[in-house]
């Protein structure tokens, strides 16, 4: 599996961003995908994922309500929009795939950085 990243860039505090992320190659073994960030000194972390086929979604508490991770399986992309966007949201955000019977994400984008001025 392939992963495309695209959409990162600078917007002001409020603003909103929309990322997307096309996946390639064995998609059909596709369980999950789901955007990670890592902030400048910070660890990676989860922002929000979604299964491929059902589409349940979850979220990292401090989006909750700002964020929404959507997919389009006949396009094989998967979005993550971005409302309401603070300063702490900056950071480089990865797209990455979790297979079948897969027990972590195997699969990852390069990253996109996203910038939010104050």
């Known amino acids: 599996v392939q992963l495309q990243a695209s959409g990162g860039g600078l917007v002001q505090a409020g603003g909103s961003l929309r990322l997307s992320c096309a996946a390639s190659g064995s998609t059909s073994t596709i369980n999950s995908m789901g955007w990670f960030r890592q902030a400048p000194g910070k660890e990676r972390e989860v922002v929000a994922t979604i299964t491929w086929i059902v589409g349940n979604t979850a979220y990292a508490d401090s989006v909750k309500g700002r964020f929404t991770i959507s997919k389009d399986s006949a396009q094989n992309t998967v979005s993550l929009q971005m409302y309401s966007m603070r300063p702490e949201d900056t950071a480089v955000y990865y797209c990455?795939?979790?297979?079948?019977?897969?027990?972590?994400?195997?699969?990852w984008g390069q990253g996109t950085l996203v910038t939010v001025s104050s």
């Open positions: 990455a795939a979790r297979r079948h019977g897969g027990s972590n994400y195997a699969y």
